[in-house]
């Protein structure tokens, strides 16, 4: 029973919670964060649920380009260095790093959004913001800027 208003909440679709369905759709296992938000996507009629798998969706393309940017500069950084080069140790430190801060990013995004979404808690990622921000369910985009 749903305490606010003592009626029982509504299910989405396979019988979950919006909250459940909309956590499973940012769950970081790899393939669930894929597969989940397609199928919600597709057979889910909840707004909150249908914007967890769309933004899930959306943080995956846009790591999956990050990451791309990101091998592209330091990797190709790494290439025009030669073996013998004192540089190389730096320039392949710096390629660590950026992919561990891609990695670090890219995951706790993940987790963040899917605690928030697990609490009933709607989060836009706010790199996201302006792709996704109108499709939002009932919040106030101003007011969590602010924030």
């Known amino acids: 029973m749903n305490s606010a208003t003592s009626q029982p909440m509504e299910r989405t679709t396979f019988g979950l919670t919006p ?4 956590g499973l759709c940012y769950l970081p296992i790899q393939g669930i964060f894929i597969l989940v938000p397609i199928i919600m996507l597709c ?3 909840d707004r909150t649920v249908r914007f967890a798998a769309k933004q899930s969706l959306l943080q995956f393309a846009c790591g999956f380009l990050v990451l791309i940017i990101v091998i592209g500069g330091a990797g190709g950084l790494v290439l ?3 073996e013998d080069s004192p540089a190389r140790i730096p320039v392949l430190i710096l390629l660590g790093a950026s992919l561990g801060a891609v990695f670090v990013w890219y995951l706790g995004a993940y987790i963040v959004a899917c605690v928030r979404a697990f609490r ?3 989060w836009v990622m706010p790199w996201l913001r302006w792709l996704i921000g109108k499709s939002a369910p009932s919040i106030d985009l101003e007011a969590s ?3």
């Open 43 to 45: 057979s889910s009629k």
């Open 80 to 82: 025009v260095v030669p």
């Open 19 to 22: 909250n459940v369905a909309a």
């Open 120 to 122: 009933g808690r709607t």
């Open 145 to 147: 800027k602010t924030k």
